[in-house]
């Protein structure tokens, strides 16, 4: 699944860039990062010196350098004592050696070919385990397995010091890959190679997931070399069949293993950071997803000879319903996590779209505020539960009267609504009896994770540290990922990884010449290793 991409699209720099600027003493600096006193006086100037949201009706302002901006960042950093800047997590061509170990078990796992017809997953999952072994954890705390040959997953657990205490952080990532063709990329690169150019990683899985897989694998290095033991257990589970095919890992272990995978808390892929011009503009943590399920309308008939026809007919019926289907617009809905979401892109919004965002959010009965954001397509999808035609079947013959026609309607369903429920809608939408309206394939329902402090605070708190004062916004994801499984079980999961990408040039997860940023992969080594602390560390103090 894409990480992080593809939200406020449209977003205006220039509403964020001085925070990042002014941020910059605390930006990318390594542990132990700027005092609390420097990096309030630091935000406060940033604020004050930070446009309104409306900034885009004087965008003159920021299209120069700003002296006045410059100034008070100097200012600010005297305030401070003019630390000298802090060494920055990632340097070209110098790895560290816990980045050194990131790196190699990247490059491993990127070229072992895991996609769905031409690799095999249980070769990463192997190669994965050799790695625990070799990090420390012992055979008896690695579980290698699944429900076919190349299908494995494997399992690992870091024994925390009060298994008695609260269940274990699980850190989730998929090993498998979607399909990728050498000849379908640029001819300098080969999907399973993996290829550094111009400060970015290539090749298939490098963003999805095997950034985040490589990067779990590595931190249990870090934590032996540290001598850190976690108060609680971390397991690692890097499964099977995410993107498709028919042995889902997670789905595997949850039902056959749940003891391997029982935890109080996942981590997940589904969340990431937004770059503007290489900077980081905000960070996003995915608490809730929409359900996929598939409908199938159905129109029988007695049939006959063409040259007879009657009103009643499959294939004009099907017509019908499938057009009044495709005009209908489910009620908006507005969730915890969505209004949350509305709430803080508004800030970082051209004008009337932040208006309206804002409008949204004050009454989600406002026709014009749904309407403005409704047209953007990915807002659009966030407001409520959509359904659309996307396979079509009628008839048998050229000079008959068709006895069948029936379409596949998918459906995204809002997180509180069931399966049942939109049927129930469709049925009153179409209005025709002679149209059945039948649930194909259904997926669990998934609830959205709350926003608990015990995740939102330290996710907030990384953030701040690595990447400045930027906002952590929650999402809601219109696709689908692992996290399904735990949610449907009323376990938290949460999307976030600190990998920070720039939509407009990056998104290329699924894609031709899928890429990653290294100084983006090893800012989100670091941000996992400290958030993964936090997280097992008890007691983690929480306001
Ligand atoms: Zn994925």
Redesign the pocket.
């Known amino acids: ?3 992080g991409g593809g939200v406020a699209r449209d977003v205006d720099i220039r509403t964020r860039t001085l925070r990042t600027d002014a941020g910059a003493q605390e930006t990318h600096g390594a542990a132990p990062v700027a005092q609390p006193r420097c990096v309030g006086i630091l935000s406060r100037v940033a604020r004050s010196f930070t446009p309104a949201p409306d900034a885009r009706l004087m965008p003159r302002r920021f299209t120069a350098p700003c002296v006045a901006c410059a100034t008070a960042a100097l200012f600010a950093a005297s305030l401070c004592g003019a630390q000298a800047p802090k060494s920055p997590i990632y340097t070209a061509g110098k790895l560290t050696p816990a980045q050194q170990v990131a790196h190699d078990i990247y490059k491993e796992l990127v070229e072992i070919n895991t996609s769905v017809t031409t690799g095999n997953i249980t070769d990463g999952a192997v190669a994965m385990a050799k790695r625990f072994r070799a990090a420390g954890i012992p055979d008896s705390d690695i579980f290698v397995g699944g429900p076919q040959p190349t299908k494995h997953n494997v399992v690992a657990r870091i024994r925390g010091r009060n298994p008695a205490g609260r269940k274990p952080v699980l850190l989730l990532a ?1 090993l498998d890959v979607v399909e990728a063709l050498k000849a379908d990329w640029s001819p300098e690169f080969d999907p399973f190679k993996f290829t550094e150019k111009d400060g970015y990683y290539y090749a298939r899985g490098t963003s ?2 095997k950034s985040m897989a490589s990067i779990f694998v590595a931190n249990v290095f870090r934590m032996k070399q540290d001598g850190y033991v976690p108060d609680r257990d971390i397991i690692i589970a890097l499964t099977a069949d ?2 498709s095919g028919p042995f889902n890992g997670v789905d595997w272990l949850v039902t056959n293993h749940r003891n391997l995978v029982d935890a109080g808390i996942v981590i997940n ?1 589904g969340g990431g950071g937004v770059l503007r011009d290489g900077k980081p503009l905000f960070n996003t943590i995915q608490l809730a997803q929409k359900i996929t399920t598939n409908f199938t309308l159905q129109v029988t008939n007695r049939g006959g000879h063409s040259s007879v026809p009657r009103q009643d007919n499959a294939i004009t019926s099907l017509a019908d319903a499938l057009a009044k289907v495709g005009r209908h617009e489910f009620p908006v809905q507005l969730s915890e996590v969505t209004r949350a979401f509305f709430t803080q892109t508004a800030p970082l919004e051209q004008p009337a779209m932040a208006r309206a965002m804002r409008a949204l959010v004050a009454d989600p009965a406002d026709k014009g505020a749904v309407s403005v954001v409704a047209a953007d397509e990915k807002y659009s999808s966030m407001l409520r539960t959509t359904c659309v035609a996307t396979m079509l079947t009628g008839g048998h013959a050229t000079n008959a009267l068709p006895q069948l026609a029936e379409a596949n309607v998918n459906c995204r369903i809002y997180p509180t609504e069931t399966a049942a429920e939109v049927r129930t809608a469709l049925e009153r939408v179409v209005a025709d009896t002679t149209v059945k309206v039948l649930i194909k394939t259904q997926r669990p329902s998934s609830p959205p994770a709350r926003m608990l402090p015990e995740i939102m605070q330290p996710v907030a708190q990384v953030t701040k540290e690595l990447f400045g004062d930027i906002p952590v916004i929650p999402t809601m994801s219109t696709g689908a ?1 692992d996290s399904r499984f735990f949610l449907a079980l009323g376990v938290p999961s949460y999307g976030v990884s600190g990998l920070f990408m720039d939509p407009s040039v990056d998104a290329r ?1 699924h894609g031709r010449d899928e890429r990653m940023r290294m100084q983006s992969y090893y800012e989100g080594q670091e941000f996992l290793y400290r958030l993964t602390k936090l997280l097992a560390t008890n007691p983690t103090p929480v306001p």
């Open positions: 699944m894409v990480s998929h999805d997931d995410e993107e892929e990922n997860a």
